[in-house]
């Protein structure tokens, strides 16, 4: 039985289910639903960590988004979830909440727990010392320094462990953190508004709008979720854009007892020859914009600074910004798990060739722009058939009269 303490987890709403990506409502409800009369199960339990874990979708950066939950003898007595770092994990949160009932409970928690003084003191000595008697984490820790070593000294410490209960949930509710950890660089959002007719800007650069207000505050959503927002300075001289979160334009929900602290996302720009406006609205806004640039004019990177960017000169030999240095840079230096593209064909096409855009999220709305109007993605390399970037399309849903379609790009 549930502990009748504990507020049961509502089920998303429609508006937050339809806005975060990737994973679908019907991910999470079915081992819920697949559970008999009062027989809870693994999945169950971990099911609902992950339901945990999910608010921190906004706040826990550059620490992944975890849950716990506490169950002793058929009956949750604590859970948890990671809000913000340097705060505790979700394990402590737990624990706080079962005091001595976490003595021989068994710990369901979506990430393997810590065994390394970080921010906060590891959670596999607070769990030991509880006295938990089993702990199922759904998937290890993918950072090298910690992976297997928390199972380690659980096991070390007599605890049963199990892993591999929803693990290829729990990594999708951390794309990001999982591609720093494994490859040294961020997962790649590539978010663009197209017309029927594939066409992403007018052959002037003018694009703004192309789709519905519903459109744009789903997006508004996809950017609270992300570490940095990704543009070009085409971008930012024909719109002169903020790349911000606003948080009363969001249109989800993430059912938080209390309010989050949104942190507006880092802004990066790619100008191959700094021509950046030192007046660009964004520059004067909260949350700090980022210039990479193949540029080295000391004036004009100096005239930026005193505005209040920070300009980065990573030229490559074709004297342009050099993208994979630039994507490990955002990962080592800035911790930037999850970055969302909003740029024009040139540099979409430019990400997607080198294989650098994970997910692409397009927004079609019922226009047509006409044939000299710019295309989605500039991939001039592709002349034949065989060369095509196949789609692997994981989500089409409705947003108001627009359509939004998520997809993988299948890389050969
Ligand atoms: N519909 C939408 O969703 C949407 C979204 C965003 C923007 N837009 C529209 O798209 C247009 C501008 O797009 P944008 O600012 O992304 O691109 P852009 O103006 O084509 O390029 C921006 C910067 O990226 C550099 N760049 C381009 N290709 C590169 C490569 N292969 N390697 C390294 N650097 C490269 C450019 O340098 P070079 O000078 O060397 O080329 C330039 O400094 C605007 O008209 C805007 O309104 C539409």
Known sequence: MINSKIPPIPPLTKDENASISPISNDEFSSPISSVGMGKFNDQYYMARALRLAKKGLWSTEPNPRTGCVLVR????????WHQVAGEPHAEIHALAMA???AVEATCYVTLEPCCHHGR?????????????????AAITDPNPLVSKKGIEQLL????????GILSHEAEQLNPGFFMRMRHKRPYIRCKLAMSLDGRTAMAS????????QNARRDVQCLRARSSAILAGVGTVLADDPQL???????????SLEKPVVIKQPLRVIIDTHLSMPHDARMLSLPGQTLIFTASYNKTIKGILEKAGAIVVSQPNQEKRVDLPVLCQILAEEYEVNEVQMETGANLSGAMLSKGLIDEIVIYMAPVLMGN??????NLPE????????????????AIGHDWRITAHPIYQ
């Open 156 to 163: 070390k410490a007599g605890i049963t462990v199990d892993t």
């Open 205 to 212: 650069g003018e694009s703004k709008w192309i789709t519905s």
């Open 372 to 377: 000299k109007a710019r295309g989605l993605f």
């Open 244 to 254: 911000t979160v606003r948080e009363n334009e969001l249109s989800c929900k993430l």
């Open 382 to 397: 592709i002349e034949h058939l065989n060369q095509i970037i196949p789609l692997s399309i994981v989500d089409i849903r």
């Open 120 to 136: 906060t003191p590891p959670c596999t000595d607070a769990l030991i010392k509880a006295g938990v008697t089993r702990v199922v």
């Open 99 to 101: 005091k001595e009932k």
């Open 73 to 80: 003898d058929g009956e949750i007595v604590g859970e948890g």
